[in-house]
């Protein structure tokens, strides 16, 4: 089987084609969803407004964030391909889908641990493709700065648990 990192496997072949799916599924299951747990918790009101919103988080996460950290690597001489970057990050998304399905579950402890197991697995998935490119592009300091991207993933999943499943009055 394979053994290698995710970057290993696609440096070859950089794909947007997932990454894009991943990104608009989870535009259309995220906002159903939500909207969906606020039914379910009694709050009646159209969020249609979830979904461009949605749209904006969604295509600007799978694609500005890794714009930022392709910029960082060149700045530091360790250049990685912006496509292989896209699919990291799109890819790493992949796992919000099946949380946002089951965050309709009417039960809030059980959303914000689905919404922590998923930026666990997906930020962790994220961090270990890029550790060697930072690490050996910012030395001492690329510790540092996978521990901001992973806040960052982080920070990013909380927002989503909070616009999306969090109901007012509970």
């Not at 904006?56 to 960082?72: D, E, H």
């Not at 510790?143 to 909380?158: M, P, S, T």
Request: glycine content about 12%; charged content about 10%; overall charge positive.
């Amino acid at each position: 089987g394979y053994s290698g990192g995710f970057e290993d496997f696609i440096s070859n072949k950089p794909d947007l084609y997932g990454p894009f799916w991943i990104a608009t599924t989870l535009i259309v299951v995220s906002s159903a969803s939500g909207s969906f747990a606020q039914y379910l918790s009694g709050v009646r009101k159209n969020d249609v407004d979830k979904v461009s919103a949605s749209a904006i988080f969604f295509y600007g996460y799978v694609s500005l964030l890794p714009a930022a950290i392709w910029g960082l690597l060149i700045w530091h001489n360790k250049p990685m391909r912006l496509l292989n970057l896209v699919g990291i990050y799109g890819y790493a998304m992949a796992v919000f889908i099946p949380t946002s399905i089951l965050c309709a579950a009417p039960s809030p402890i059980l959303r914000w641990c689905l919404i922590m197991l998923a930026a666990g697995i997906s930020g962790l998935s994220i961090v270990m493709n890029l550790k060697q490119h930072f690490m050996e592009a910012l030395k001492g300091k690329g510790a540092v700065y996978l521990a901001g991207i992973a806040g960052i993933h982080l920070l990013c999943a909380v927002g989503l648990g909070f616009y999306f499943f969090h109901v007012s009055g509970l």
